[in-house]
T-cell receptor
Framework: DVKVTQSSRYLVKRTGEKVFLECVQD?????MFWYRQDPGLGLRLIYF???????EKGDIPEGYSVSREKKERFSLILESASTNQTSMYLC?????????????FGSGTQLSVL | DAKTTQPPSMDCAEGRAANLPCNHS???????VYWYRQIHSQGPQYIIH???NNETNEMASLIITEDRKSSTLILPHATLRDTAVYYC??????????FGTGTRLTVIP
């Protein structure tokens, strides 16, 4: 089975800190995604990547950046964390074999910014 | 992209079929219907997807109306482990799925 691993299950950071959320997948998937999930708002797409060193903005990219230096790893970066970035962050990956490939998700990182 | 409407919550007795409805009246001809679910404290999990024909796999069946304006996800014999939030998503392809708030299904013993 595909495994998508997020480096931390829980993270507490202070306002203004630079935060790195790491995601690694082990199935050689081309596509990787970062979502955030907030109560009442569902999952919202932040950034995604179709290939190494490529990135595309999702629906809510403001305040975030990403890095895809290796195919298996997709990092989400909060340059200067703010309290409104307190959220559950979910990473996902999928194959590019077809247009309707399944997304496989990690278990999420609950980030609290104080 | 077409918007979907789902009831916020539903209950189902264990062992009975769970029928989860989804309205997508503005769906366009090339948009697919996807279903995912999210069990508490886990990431979402793919269930099934379809365009216009009914689909079935080992997890569920997807029934899409002839006019494609609504669909129903059927879990034929619900178990306690099926308690989750179920998301109905309409999209051209799976590379940018919008997850709304879904339906919280509670399977009751």
């Amino acid at each position: 089975d595909v495994k998508v691993t997020q480096s931390s299950r829980y993270l507490v950071k202070r306002t203004g800190e630079k935060v790195f959320l790491e995601c690694v997948q082990d199935m050689d998937h081309e596509n990787m995604f970062w979502y955030r999930q907030d109560p009442g708002l569902g999952l919202r797409l932040i950034y995604f990547s179709y290939d190494v060193k490529m990135k595309e903005k999702g629906d809510i990219p403001e305040g975030y950046s990403v890095s895809r230096e290796k195919k298996e790893r997709f990092s989400l970066i909060l340059e200067s964390a703010s309290t409104n970035q307190t959220s559950m962050y979910l990473c996902a990956s999928s194959s590019s074999a077809g247009s309707h490939e399944k997304l496989f998700f990690g278990s999420g990182t609950q980030l609290s910014v104080l | 992209d077409a918007k979907t409407t789902q009831p916020p919550s539903m209950d189902c007795a264990e062992g009975r079929a769970a029928n989860l409805p989804c309205n997508h009246s503005t769906i366009s001809g090339n948009e697919y219907v996807y279903w995912y679910r999210q069990i508490h404290s886990q990431g979402p999990q793919y269930i099934i997807h379809g365009l216009k024909n009914n689909e079935t796999n080992e997890m569920a069946s997807l029934i899409i109306t002839e006019d494609r304006k609504s669909s129903t996800l059927i879990l034929p014999h619900a178990t306690l482990r099926d308690t989750a939030v179920y998301y109905c998503i309409v999209r051209v392809a799976s590379n940018n799925l919008f997850f709304g708030t879904g339906t919280r299904l509670t399977v009751i013993p």
